[in-house]
Nanobody
């Protein structure tokens, strides 16, 4: 079992930056690939970014590539999502998720553990 708690969401103007954090507890954090996904009201949960167990491999959705950066600090059991050049279309609830495998996935069905979500709102 892995427990995940996100923080760092909020209201920001278009072009601004935010950093989301996700602290993990429970099972060994270092053996899990981690991901960030987001969901708008009435829409499906979309993949944003994922990072392998070692931090050495990352994958991004095309819509955020070049603007968002995922990273992890195993000593702190924490994964981050640094978001730059935010756009109104980035507005969503952002979820941290853990996969019971070492390697990344862009499919939300491959993630077994989820945080409660944190709201990100980008004003135009």
């Amino acid at each position: 079992q892995v427990q995940l708690v996100e923080s760092g969401g909020g209201l920001v103007q278009s072009g601004g930056s935010l950093r989301l954090s996700c602290v993990a507890s429970g099972r060994t954090f270092g053996s899990n690939a981690m991901g960030w996904l987001r969901q708008c009201p009435g829409k499906e949960r979309d993949f944003v970014a994922t990072i392998s167990w070692s931090g050495g491999y990352t994958v991004y959705a095309d819509s955020v590539k070049g603007r968002f950066t995922i990273s992890r600090d195993s000593a702190k059991n924490t994964v981050y999502l640094h978001m730059d050049s935010l756009k109104p279309e980035d507005t969503a609830v952002y979820y941290c998720a853990a996969r019971p495998r070492r390697y990344t996935s862009t499919d939300y069905g491959d993630y077994a553990y989820w945080g409660q979500g944190t709201q990100v709102t980008v004003s135009s």
